[in-house]
Nanobody
């Protein structure tokens, strides 16, 4: 299983970025694909998750209404559109995959077994 995250960068507060996670080696449609982030000195936080076969999407309260997760099954890719970015969104963002319900992944009841390398998102105020 391989997950490859991309799309990070430096953006001003209020701006937007779109992250991509290209997935291979697993059944894309029924796997939960989640985005996590970790800022320096802070615990890893589950941000958003999707299971494309049943359109199950879950967001953390910290990003609800600003971030949108979506999948392209033809490309086996999950996107995280991040709008109205804040300085507190600065972190390394990771995508992860597991056969599990999204809420259990984001709430850390289940630890994803497959992770990609992170991509840095920096929001300047």
């Amino acid at each position: 299983v391989q997950l490859q995250a991309s799309g990070g960068g430096l953006v001003q507060a209020g701006g937007s970025l779109r992250l991509s996670c290209a997935v291979s080696g697993l059944t894309f449609g029924n796997s939960a694909i989640a985005w996590f982030r970790q800022a320096p000195g802070k615990e890893r936080e589950g941000v958003a998750c999707i299971v494309s076969d049943n359109d199950d999407t879950v967001y953390s309260d910290s990003v609800k209404g600003r971030f949108t997760i979506a999948s392209d099954n033809a490309k086996n890719t999950v996107y995280l559109q991040m709008n109205s970015l804040k300085s507190e969104d600065t972190a390394v963002y990771y995508c992860a995959a597991e056969l599990a319900p999204c809420n259990q992944l984001l709430n850390k009841y289940i630890h994803p077994g497959n992770w990609g390398r992170g991509t840095q998102v920096t929001v300047s105020s």
